[in-house]
Antibody
Framework: QVQLVESGGGLVKPGGSLRLSCEASGFIFGDYYMSWIRQAPGKGLECVSDISGSRNVIEYADSVKGRFTISRDNAKNSLFLEMNSLRAEDTAVYYC?????????????WGQGTLVTVSS | DIQMTQSPSSLSASIGDRVTITCRASQKITNYLNWYQQKLGKAPELLIYGSTTLQSGVPSRFSGSGSGTDFTLTISSLQPEDFATYYCQQSYGIPNTFGQGTRLEIK
């Protein structure tokens, strides 16, 4: 079954850290760009970070640059997001999403999301 | 960053209505425009990519048009399962950016 399953969300205090994971199945994970996209409660969608299949292209939103690190393990079909120095404004549902080959900006598969709440 | 502006922000319509949602980019993006549908409490799903191409499995009542800076999503005859929030997204520039969403509600 072609799917993405996120995990690792939870409640964390401001300044804290959290590591999100996304496990892929049903497709050749290493062939695809992957993204983390977040949605604050009641708000729209924001691209947080992207990584190419070979890991040679990595992008971050300005809002998370220097605090978040994206990585992937193609042998384990897994995508990660290491989040440090968390702020209240990072509170959101975090989705992992797959980018189509040769058109990485088209996200054709999304996980169900994992909620990150940053609060004291 | 490229700004994406959708209109309207919300819309009430009835079953069987024809509905159009517009999306405007702050600069030309050729046809690098994608549409997503998000139902309450669920992840977004890809509807249309490249401005006009229907994603596999999406009903033909959905269609997209436009190029440059102005784009539209049209639903030809609303069905109960179409009531959701719709987002446009540009994949021309980095970072990719989304519109603020259009919430489609039952009249």
């Amino acid at each position: 079954q072609v799917q993405l399953v996120e995990s690792g969300g939870g409640l964390v205090k401001p300044g804290g850290s959290l590591r999100l994971s996304c496990e892929a199945s049903g497709f050749i994970f290493g062939d695809y760009y992957m993204s983390w996209i977040r949605q604050a409660p009641g708000k729209g969608l924001e691209c947080v970070s992207d990584i190419s299949g070979s890991r040679n292209v990595i992008e971050y939103a300005d809002s998370v640059k220097g605090r978040f690190t994206i990585s992937r393990d193609n042998a384990k079909n897994s995508l990660f997001l290491e989040m440090n120095s968390l702020r209240a404004e990072d509170t959101a549902v975090y989705y992992c999403a797959r980018g189509r080959p040769h058109s990485s900006g088209i996200r054709d598969l999304w996980g169900q999301g994992t909620l990150v709440t940053v609060s004291s | 960053d490229i700004q994406m502006t959708q209109s309207p922000s919300s819309l009430s319509a009835s079953i069987g209505d024809r509905v159009t949602i517009t999306c405007r980019a702050s600069q030309k993006i050729t046809n690098y425009l994608n549409w997503y549908q998000q139902k309450l409490g669920k992840a977004p799903e890809l509807l249309i990519y490249g401005s006009t191409t229907l994603q596999s499995g999406v009903p033909s009542r959905f269609s997209g048009s436009g190029s440059g800076t102005d784009f539209t999503l049209t639903i030809s005859s609303l069905q109960p399962e179409d009531f959701a929030t719709y987002y446009c997204q540009q994949s021309y520039g980095i970072p990719n950016t989304f519109g603020q969403g259009t919430r489609l509600e039952i009249k």
